[in-house]
């Protein structure tokens, strides 16, 4: 057994997130092991007279959202390295991987893999474990699971999913049942999960379980893609842009944005100018033509400041404007369109009851797809109704917001705002690229809403060079240089005997332990299943979160590494990591297995099968993982286009000849116009919450607590934000020795302070800092730079708490889902820092 620095208890967690905290004490943690116990290393560089070598095709299966085929090189029945796929001669240039892909094999072998199933044998997080065997954790799983829902019924175990294993058929949260509203209109959207989990989806619908989403990106997901459908190009034609606008993304190194780095360059080889808005310097800024510090959490601020400046400068496509969005509907004081069925025209509610426009030539009402010039403002009376634009309502409802009001909201030069507007409007073709920066606050839904009329005054959707939103959609279709399945057969992933359950976000448990209800019913937190998620590690507000794991009777968490999710847990279960099993990930990949499991992890497929026969659901999930793969994969198409499960099995990916498609993606809403107003807003967890006619339309609202006026920021002047690069991840890449030499300092995590702050507090960098708030606290180095705003402090995503000296980063961070999108705020916090 290896020994742990720290031991994480709930006094010792909540200690070291109050202000007056000390140190953890340290112990012995008898539950997370290297796995090589004789000593035997592996040795990664020796490739001199190496034996017999074999290659398997596999992917860090984690939520960066990149598809970078990896191929794994096994030698004497251990991987040696994982590198990206070899390309034809004519292809190198569309090898993708990063520095985090290449190190998979020292994750592998890292000593934070969990080797076997443990059970708690003292308090909650003590580090106090007991190995136990398959077979008792199984029996141990399924009776846990048959007691509490024989005593408060099947909703009473929840199944928390994640990102952990992203987009997985084998592996995943349920697909399907992420949330679902019932808007007035009668219309259903279901969001999909980030995996898809045949085994976990049989089982919770076999017996009624609680299916807890994840609040993180949910701003963007649920607004962008689901309500206002914004479309997305393909990368390539960022090369096509004149302007391209990097908000809140990093594509020169962050995450699956990094797809997309190539075609920045060509777009600036072609003369493109490149801004990056973001208030770290990132190496996207170094590499930009311009930079602009906003300060967190205004980025709508500083959309509304462009808007008027657009609008009062005349620099607005009319055109657009008018035949290409929403802006001339006409809606009543209540919000709703004016449609042909209030002008006795077509039946309510039929498909051919569509939205009305006041056609100026024709001085009439006229359905929106006949009109020939649409009026984009005025007020007009449709039989006793007032009616006016939508674009008029949206100017109206952003009118307090002046381009002086940003300048001085985002601490950004008035002349800095005119520049870029100016620039974004006449330079264009524009791609506004934005990704998941920027919506990490309270009130950062809003933002979508600006950017949809900020594309239709400046003309910038269904156009080469064009963009809504950049990279933030996961299924764009870019860079096809393997060939991908297009039709599958999903019918596995559902049984006739469904017993309906519920389904919400996951960070809502903080209200359940504190009022027993969900929804107005009363709710018991029975057994806890988190399977490809680590919230105590990444979601928002932790501290409130592990409080909540006290109302909560039995945790149970399966992953592969000691998380401090599973540090907090009474049941461990060790998963498979990639290359240890198999799977296929939508976006063409077939992930093959290369080795036998390590110690004794196990796939979460067959993990749940045996808990469901230990239920007595013998038949439930019958078959292995390839039959499922197979059903799954094996429909006519995807066998004629030569991708059916024999063919992915045998090569893991099939390339397919790459052309270079810029494709431009059409506006594919219902009304096929860019949309920045919605008729109606649907809450992503709905408990009955009414949204008022400002909240459907572009608005701007300070962050919830960053903000510059908050009377807080005497006590904790700094703006707190985190945030991914190539070094830094989810907590797959914990402990992890070749990223710790560039991701540390001094041997801990490091914050980014800017040189005035820190000389102000007598820091430098390498100096050991706590960062604290009213949240929580957090101990690590320092690094001071000028490449940050001044008033703002970055903190490091990814690190589990026994890398830390006290806390985590996600102790600084504020509990509050919005009532919206119930998005994680990352990014809504202040603070103080100081040298100890």
């Known amino acids: 057994m290896e020994e742990s620095s720290k031991k994480l208890t709930r006094r010792s967690f909540l200690a070291t997130t109050a202000l007056a905290a000390g140190a953890m004490a340290t112990a012995t943690a008898a539950g997370c092991s290297s ?68 190190s998979n094999a020292l994750r592998i072998y890292g000593s934070q893999r969990l080797l076997y199933p443990m059970k708690r044998a003292g308090e909650r997080g003590s580090g106090e474990w007991e190995r136990i065997s398959w077979d008792e954790a199984i029996e141990i799983f399924a009776n846990q699971l048959k007691t509490t829902m024989e005593t408060y019924g099947g909703a009473s175990n929840m199944w928390q999913g994640g990102a952990g294993n992203m987009n997985g058929v084998l592996r995943g949260t349920p697909t399907g049942v992420i949330n679902s509203a019932l808007m007035p209109t009668g ?103 311009e930079w602009i510090p906003v300060r967190t959490g205004t980025d709508a601020a500083l959309m509304c400041g462009m808007i008027h400046y657009i609008v009062d400068n005349d620099l607005v496509n009319w055109d657009y404007l008018r035949n290409g969005s929403v802006a001339p509907f006409l809606i009543d004081e209540t919000g709703a369109y004016l449609r042909l069925s209030h002008l006795g025209q077509a039946e309510a509610g039929a498909d051919d009851d569509i939205p009305v426009v006041w056609d100026e030539d024709a001085q009439a009402f006229i359905a929106h797809t006949e009109a020939k010039n649409p009026a984009v403002t005025g007020t007009f009376d449709a039989n006793g109704t007032s009616v006016r634009t939508v674009f008029d309502a949206a100017m109206e409802n952003i009118e307090p917001f002046t381009l002086e009001f940003a300048a001085k909201e985002c601490d950004i030069p008035a002349a800095q705002i005119e520049s870029l507007a100016r620039q974004v409007a006449t330079e264009g073709p524009t791609s506004f690229y934005i990704n998941y920066g920027l919506e990490h606050t309270y009130e950062s839904w809003r933002i979508y809403y600006l950017i949809g009329l900020l594309v239709a005054l400046t003309g910038s959707a269904g156009v080469p060079g064009g963009s809504h939103v950049g990279s933030i959609n996961l299924d764009h279709a870019s860079a096809t240089h393997y060939k991908i399945p297009q039709v599958f057969n999903t019918d596995m992933f559902t049984i006739e005997d469904a017993v309906q359950g519920k389904h919400f976000t996951g960070d809502w448990i903080v209200r359940i332990a504190e009022t027993g209800q969900w929804a107005g019913e009363d709710f018991h937190m029975g057994t806890l299943v988190n399977m490809c998620a680590n919230p105590l590690d990444n979601f928002s507000g932790a501290s409130d979160v592990l409080k909540a794991y006290d109302a909560i009777d039995y945790i149970i968490t399966i992953d592969s ?70 059903e799954y994969l094996d429909t006519p198409e995807n066998i004629e286009a030569g991708v059916g499960f024999d063919a992915l099995y045998e090569n893991g990916v099939v390339m397919g000849d790459y052309t270079m498609d810029a494709h431009v993606t059409p506006e594919y809403n219902q009304y096929g116009r860019t949309q920045f107003y919605m008729e109606y807003l649907m809450p992503r967890d709905s408990w009955g919450q009414f949204f008022g006619l400002q909240d459907r339309l572009p608005y701007y609202k300070p962050s919830i607590e960053a903000y510059a006026d908050n009377p807080d920021r005497e006590k904790y002047p700094l703006y707190g934000f985190s945030g991914h690069d190539l070094y830094h991840g989810q907590t797959l890449w914990t402990h992890h020795p070749w990223l710790d030499d560039f991701r540390k300092v001094n041997g801990k995590p490091f914050c980014r302070i800017h040189t005035e702050a820190a000389a102000a507090r007598g820091i430098k960098t390498g100096d050991t800092v706590r960062i604290y708030n009213d949240h929580g606290t957090c101990v690590l180095s320092a690094l001071v730079t000028e490449g ?32 919206v999108t119930s998005n994680n705020n990352f990014n809504d916090w202040i603070c103080e820092v100081e040298k100890i």
């Open 187 to 289: 219309e259903i959207a279901v969001l999909d999960s980030f995996g898809k989990g045949v085994a976990n989806s049989r089982l919770i619908q076999k017996t009624g379980g609680t299916v807890l989403s994840v609040g993180h990106d949910m701003a963007g997901i649920v607004f962008a893609f689901v309500h206002l459908s914004s479309p997305q190009s393909a990368v390539e034609d960022l090369a096509n842009a004149k302007t391209i606008v990097a908000w809140g993304a990093n594509p020169a190194e962050a995450s699956f944005c990094r797809s997309a780095w190539n075609w920045v360059c060509k777009g600036r080889e072609n003369g493109a100018k490149l801004i990056t808005i973001d208030p770290l310097f990132t190496s996207t800024a170094a590499h930009s033509d």
């Open 788 to 819: 940050i705003r001044k008033d703002s402090v970055w903190v490091p995503h990814g690190f589990t708490w026994d890398e830390f000296e006290e806390g985590t980063a996600q102790s600084l961070t504020r509990w509050c889902p919005d009532d």
């Open 35 to 102: 796995v090589d116990t004789s000593g035997d290393a592996v040795d990664l560089a020796d490739t001199a007279n190496a034996p017999e070598e074999s290659t398997y095709i596999a992917t860090c299966h984690g939520n960066c959202g990149g598809r970078c085929a990896l191929q794994a090189t096994v030698r004497e029945g251990k991987i040696v390295s994982t590198l990206p796929i070899t390309y034809p001669k004519e292809k190198e240039g569309l090898r993708t991987g990063c520095v985090k892909g290449v």
């Open 561 to 630: 590494i000691m998380t401090t999710t599973a540090h907090y847990s009474d049941l461990v279960l060790p998963a498979c990591m990639p290359w240890e099993t198999y799977e296929y990930l939508d976006g063409g990949i077939f992930e093959q297995k290369a080795i036998d499991p390590i110690g004794e992890a196990r796939s979460d497929f067959d993990i749940i099968k045996d808990v469901a026969v230990k239920m007595g659901y013998d038949d439930l999930i019958p078959g292995t993982d390839l039959d499922y793969l197979r």
